[in-house]
């Protein structure tokens, strides 16, 4: 349910104290429902017995501190949306799942970078346009590799499946690859960027530019992008 379910988690989270705290004050005493051996305790008078003593939680006190606990948090919330980039609001009360997120980024995007962003997601993210993929990838694939635009990085490529890439260019992949296979890498955006598979010298200082790059420009995919070559296998 997207960012909806987030939010109406974040309300009913608020809702549930309430709630707890009016069946404490209803309830004084135990229902003697509970394990063989339990005493029934009157919270109440116990409450009070301790506060004489100088160390209690009046129940009295209980709704007093929730209304204020929830006061604050609603101006967190409030401060929140009031300072972040308002482009950004509606996706906090989206309905879309993430398949459908990236469906609509794919499909809405206004240039080829921005559709190219879609291999930077899981490949079930994108299952249900698998076919307008490859539709624009066979289209455009041999234009990419001649223009060779700045977002066309080895690593892009790298992710990209290889029913995806035309059977002429996969295969020259291929003959470049070590052993006759392609060079692959596995891309996280959880804040960092992990290289599974790369030559034995290292991955090119230009090919983690050009992601890095990729990841900041116009703050769609974060500020900036930590880059952790792995070890190649």
């Known amino acids: 349910m997207g960012g909806f379910y987030w939010c109406l988690n974040l309300v009913l989270s608020q809702a549930s104290c309430f709630v707890a705290a009016k069946l404490y004050l209803d309830n004084p005493k135990g229902s003697g429902d509970g394990p063989a051996g339990t005493e029934e305790l009157d919270i109440g008078t116990a409450a009070e017995e301790v506060e004489g003593e100088g160390g209690g939680f009046p129940p009295s006190a209980v709704m007093a501190i929730l209304e204020v606990a929830s006061a604050l948090w609603f101006v967190s919330v409030a401060g929140f949306f009031a300072s972040i980039n308002k482009d950004y ?99 996280s955006l959880g804040g960092r960027v992990s290289l599974v598979e790369g030559r034995d010298e290292g991955v090119e200082e230009g090919v983690v530019a050009g992601l890095t790059r990729r990841l900041s420009v116009g703050g769609r995919r974060g500020s900036a992008a930590t880059v952790a070559p792995a070890t190649a296998t």
């Open 89 to 187: 609001i509606h996706t906090f009360f989206d309905v879309a799942s993430g398949p459908q997120h990236v469906a609509r980024e794919f499909l809405n995007a206004t240039n080829d970078h921005g559709r190219s962003n879609v291999f930077l997601n899981h490949r079930s993210k994108f299952a249900a346009i698998e076919a307008d993929i490859k539709e624009w990838m066979k289209e455009n694939y041999e234009v990419f590799e001649a223009e060779k635009p700045e977002w066309w990085t080895e690593l892009l490529i790298s992710t990209i499946p290889d029913d995806f890439i035309p059977k002429e260019e996969l295969k020259l992949l291929e003959e470049k690859g070590v052993g006759g296979k392609r060079k692959k890498s596995v891309v």
